[in-house]
């Protein structure tokens, strides 16, 4: 097995990569096709560098098997139902000038970086602000998938349930301030590029920021609207 390392610093470039870091003679065979290996390393930091921002990447790629015959020309590519290049995966590799024989290599991504956690207990119900955030480092990869990795993405909102200090954050543990209620007498505003008209209306919903939540004017007419401020909401023609 062999492993490399590379820290990325924007969506784009690589800014530093290193060269092979640890090379395992008992796990790599004698004729192993080292020209494969290197090209799936390098497919792979160029694909993981347009999905990661400021982290730290471990790639670890098991060299073919010995009795196979050398890849010519190799051609890394991902397999279709592969999304995300984290965890374990498989990498198809295209020999030969045509392309004509397809193996695949078996890899693993971990990624390192920051991410956010509380500074102290926090009680249901409780808006989070910034100062209520730390930061700690680890391995990105072994975190829930729904973890919260910026804090931005939780600021302002609230706490669905009471919550520990110092341990991974997920998005479903928050959710927008409500700013409408259900049955609560609304504003809806609808605007265009000439003109704007507001309404009254009832809210058949409850929403934060952002939300589109049913108001209902009169008896029968129902339309969506998206919640724009306290008791407020807009609709965008």
Known sequence: MIISTVSIQNQRSIVAASSVALLLASATPAHADEAMVQAVQDFLHAQASEQGDGEELMIEVTPPSAHLPPCRSPE??????????????????????????????????????AYPVLRRDLEAGTQITAE?????????????????????????????????????????????????????????EARGAHFRVTREGEALDSGGLGDRIRVRFGRRELIDATVIGKARLAIDF
């Open 76 to 113: 890394p590519f991902l397999p279709g139902r592969t999304r995300t290049l984290e965890g374990r995966l498989s990498v198809g590799v295209r020999c030969g000038e045509q392309g004509r024989q397809v193996r695949y290599l078996q890899a693993e991504i971990n990624r390192y970086g």
């Open 132 to 188: 209520m955030l730390g930061e700690r480092q680890g391995n990105l990869s072994e975190l829930p998938r729904d973890s919260v990795l910026e804090p931005a993405a939780i600021v302002g909102q609230i706490a669905r349930q009471p919550l520990k200090a110092g341990v991974p954050l997920q998005t479903r543990q928050f959710e927008s301030e409500r700013l409408v209620e259900r049955g609560q007498q609304v504003v809806v």
